[in-house]
């Protein structure tokens, strides 16, 4: 039987307790399911926060655990009933839960989520775009009303969904302004990264609280991917949205992604998200926490705007899928959540 090299866990761990498996290879079992031969795959946060069980919960982990969700790579082969890809057409994806794996050689998946890549990037760059672009898009898409014209303030505009925020606000939606934070090195490389014009003010978090500098009431919208816009409330205008995707969600909306969480665990979300609710709402501010539910809709309109050059990937780091150890430390420094810039990919073809 033939073997591939897979990115696994045996038990539940920071990303030291890694393991890099023989893993028999994947094979198409469903007729609408594709092979794909991975070239590069990028790490997520919820990557290792699985791994150290945040979801052990109502989402346990079959041992020996596949990671990751985003890749980019060629089809290898395709079901019997697949006819909108052909081999060695190139694709990206954000795996379904249940197809998980895409740090490792080879992973199947349904062609429902698969989308042509955008021709325009490498396969590094197409592979840090999915999860964390689309978790974005929903987010924007949540605020009633769209953007057009407003002022949005997007924390951490150097991470992986606040890069992707920052240019869908305004190169896609017409946001007006667009404010965001980073660290201090980061500041003078967020239109070199982001690209001129798309931050319109950017807040070194250092040295400078953003609820000091920006003005009482200026702004209509907050998207959070720090956990801190709660206490921006006064920031906001009456009527304004905060979205965040850090704090935890409704049950409701867990249970789109996971329809098996107990019911406890949903009333008890669905009861820190009123609080949260009723905080905003005192402010007379709309407040909602977003969970990506992955569409390939939406992943096709990221290839769109990406070879219109309106969503650039940030790839801050690449790193060798042969080089086991630097993996682990690439996941490491995501487990830290701190330091890092844009998206970290593992190129799985050399
Ligand atoms: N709800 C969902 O469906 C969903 C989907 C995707 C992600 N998430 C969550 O959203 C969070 C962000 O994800 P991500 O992929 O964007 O993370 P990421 O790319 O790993 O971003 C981390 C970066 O944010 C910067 N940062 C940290 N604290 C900051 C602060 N207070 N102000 C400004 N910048 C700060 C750090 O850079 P510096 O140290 O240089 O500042 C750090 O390197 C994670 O907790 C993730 O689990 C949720």
Same mark, same amino acid.
């Given at each position: 039987m033939s073997t591939i090299k897979a990115v696994t866990f045996? &038990?539940?761990?920071?990303? +030291?307790?890694f393991v890099l498996a023989d893993l028999p290879m994947p094979t198409i079992e469903r007729p609408g399911d594709v092979l794909i031969k991975v070239y590069a795959a990028s790490i997520n946060p919820i990557d290792v926060k699985r791994a150290v069980?945040?979801?052990?919960?109502?989402n346990p982990e079959k041992f020996p655990a596949r990671i990751g969700y985003d890749l980019a790579g060629v089809i290898e082969s395709v079901g019997?009933?697949?006819?909108?890809f052909k081999i060695g057409d190139e694709v990206f994806v954000r795996l379904a839960e249940d197809e998980?794996?895409?740090?490792?050689?080879y992973v199947v998946a349904s062609s429902k989520t698969v989308a042509l890549k955008?021709?325009?990037?490498?396969f590094e760059e197409a592979a840090s775009l999915p999860l964390a672009s689309l978790t974005s898009l929903q987010g924007l898409l949540?605020? &009633?009303?769209?953007?057009? +014209?407003k002022t949005v303030f997007v924390t951490a505009g150097l991470s992986g969904t606040g890069s992707a925020a920052c240019q869908l606000a305004k190169?896609?939606?017409?946001?007006a302004k667009v404010i965001t934070t980073v660290s201090t090195s980061k500041v003078a490389r967020i239109p070199e990264l982001l690209?001129?014009?798309?931050?319109d003010e950017v807040i070194d978090y250092k040295t400078t609280a953003a609820g000091k500098v920006i003005?009482?009431?200026?702004?209509?919208v907050i998207y959070d991917t720090?956990?801190?816009?709660l206490s921006y409330l006064h920031l906001m205008k009456p009527g304004g949205w905060i979205i965040s995707i850090i704090t935890l969600p409704s049950g409701q909306n867990l249970k789109a992604l996971?329809?098996?969480?107990p019911s406890w665990f949903s009333l008890m979300l669905d009861g820190i998200f009123k609080i949260n609710h009723y905080r905003a709402s005192r402010y007379r501010v709309n407040y909602d926490s977003v969970v990506l539910v992955p569409t390939k809709e939406q992943l096709l309109d990221l290839k769109q705007w990406a070879e219109e050059g309106k969503l650039k990937p940030v790839v801050g780091k690449v790193v060798k899928f042969s080089d086991f150890e630097g993996v682990k430390k690439a996941f490491t420094e995501i487990y830290g959540a701190?330091?890092?810039?844009?998206k970290t990919v593992i190129k799985i073809i050399e």
């Open positions: 045996n &038990k539940y761990t920071k990303p +030291d307790g069980g945040i979801l052990r919960i109502f019997a009933d697949v006819a909108e998980r794996g895409a740090f490792q050689e955008p021709t325009n990037l490498t949540a605020v &009633k009303g769209g953007l057009k +014209d190169n896609v939606f017409g946001a690209g001129e014009g798309v931050v003005p009482k009431g200026s702004l209509d720090v956990g801190e816009a996971f329809p098996s969480i701190k330091g890092l810039t844009g």
